[in-house]
């Protein structure tokens, strides 16, 4: 990996660069040096998220274990909540499991402001032939969502996300308490679907695509609804956890680090307490 990222320019460091050192030294109990070059390694994988975005080329990739995943995707009776990260490569990582997707429709859950770098990005992920739909969250986005996945059709959703994003729960991550949007376990729950993680990330041959293993709907009452989310979200973040370990400086949003290791009660206090000129949260 060294080799692959060797030759790039680490002269300049963006806003945030004080939370992800925080991140790589606190969480990851990395050295000073250490976290240095995991810095340098970091801005250069974000450049190669931009370029991903805005050039809308596609990446060598390879999906892991391709025949079985696709046939579970294809065969399985129910919905099917595919649930990533924003690491390495994620849109090839897309495109690659999409790749494996027969005729069922696949729906995308996005932020309400729509924009034309974001459709033709989608565009390039989507096979030939795929009927794809981004759905804005609000405006019953998530009443579709339930209805597709009762359909048994796909949901595509980014779950490493703050509560700027919607409601969260609370979880273990870095061994410290964090909140992630709920929103990916509570859809899947309530359109009686199964839940697939996909984690991508990049090598010197390309982005390698993995998938975890499903976890299968079962029948849920409406008293053990909150439970079950807290036990889906978690084996998600635990999932996350171990694949950011492996590769740390190819997560984009170790950027939001703070907003998911506090509370929105405590959130509120610190945007209220923050001058206008500042960058990093405080949390102190």
Same mark, same amino acid.
């Given at each position: 990996?060294?080799?692959?990222?060797?030759?790039? =320019?680490?002269?300049?460091?963006?806003?945030?660069?004080?939370?992800?050192?925080?991140? #790589?030294?606190?969480?990851?109990?990395? =050295?000073?040096?250490?976290?240095?070059?995991?810095?340098?390694?970091?801005?250069?994988?974000?450049?190669?998220?931009?370029?991903?975005?805005?050039?809308?080329?596609?990446?060598?990739?390879?999906?892991?274990? &391709?025949?079985?995943?696709?046939?579970?995707?294809?065969?399985?009776?129910?919905? +099917?909540?595919?649930?990533?990260?924003?690491?390495?490569?994620?849109?090839?990582?897309?495109?690659?499991?999409?790749?494996? @997707?027969?005729?069922?429709?696949?729906?995308?859950?996005?932020?309400? *402001?729509?924009?034309?770098?974001?459709?033709?990005?989608?565009?390039?992920?989507?096979?030939?032939?795929?009927?794809?739909? +981004?759905?804005? !969250?609000?405006?019953?986005?998530?009443? !579709?969502? +339930?209805?597709?996945?009762?359909?048994? /059709?796909?949901?595509?959703?980014?779950?490493?996300? %703050?509560?700027?994003?919607?409601?969260?729960?609370?979880?273990? #991550? #870095?061994?410290?308490?964090?909140?992630?949007?709920?929103?990916?376990?509570?859809? &899947?729950?309530?359109? *009686?679907?199964?839940?697939?993680?996909? #984690?991508?990330?990049?090598?010197?041959?390309?982005? @390698?695509?993995?998938?975890?293993?499903?976890?299968? *709907?079962?029948?849920?009452?409406?008293? !053990?609804?909150?439970?079950?989310?807290?036990?889906?979200?978690?084996?998600?973040?635990?999932?996350?956890?171990?694949?950011?370990?492996?590769?740390? &400086?190819?997560? *984009? /949003?170790?950027?939001?680090?703070?907003?998911?290791?506090?509370?929105?009660?405590?959130?509120?206090?610190?945007?209220?307490?923050? =001058? %206008?000129?500042?960058?990093?949260?405080?949390?102190?």
């Amino acid at each position: 990996m060294r080799r692959f990222i060797a030759g790039r =320019s680490t002269a300049h460091h963006g806003p945030g660069t004080e939370a992800i050192t925080y991140a #790589f030294e606190k969480l990851l109990g990395e =050295s000073a040096t250490a976290a240095r070059r995991l810095l340098d390694d970091w801005f250069f994988y974000k450049r190669l998220e931009n370029e991903s975005w805005s050039k809308g080329r596609a990446s060598r990739g390879r999906l892991l274990d &391709a025949q079985a995943v696709g046939a579970y995707v294809n065969e399985c009776p129910r919905g +099917v909540v595919i649930a990533t990260i924003h690491l390495g490569d994620y849109l090839e990582g897309l495109r690659q499991l999409l790749g494996s @997707v027969g005729q069922k429709q696949v729906f995308v859950v996005r932020r309400r *402001a729509w924009s034309e770098l974001e459709q033709r990005a989608f565009a390039r992920i989507a096979p030939k032939g795929l009927v794809g739909t +981004v759905l804005r !969250t609000g405006s019953g986005a998530a009443a !579709t969502a +339930v209805r597709e996945l009762r359909r048994g /059709n796909v949901l595509i959703v980014f779950f490493d996300l %703050p509560h700027d994003f919607g409601a969260t729960v609370e979880v273990d #991550f #870095f061994g410290q308490r964090a909140h992630f949007v709920r929103g990916p376990a509570e859809v &899947a729950l309530l359109g *009686a679907a199964d839940v697939l993680a996909v #984690f991508t990330h990049h090598e010197e041959s390309g982005s @390698v695509v993995e998938a975890m293993p499903v976890i299968a *709907a079962r029948p849920c009452s409406r008293e !053990t609804r909150a439970r079950r989310v807290e036990e889906i979200s978690q084996q998600l973040c635990k999932w996350a956890e171990q694949h950011i370990r492996r590769h740390p &400086a190819q997560w *984009a /949003n170790w950027l939001w680090i703070r907003e998911l290791m506090v509370g929105p009660e405590q959130r509120q206090r610190d945007v209220a307490a923050m =001058s %206008p000129d500042s960058i990093i949260v405080k949390t102190q």
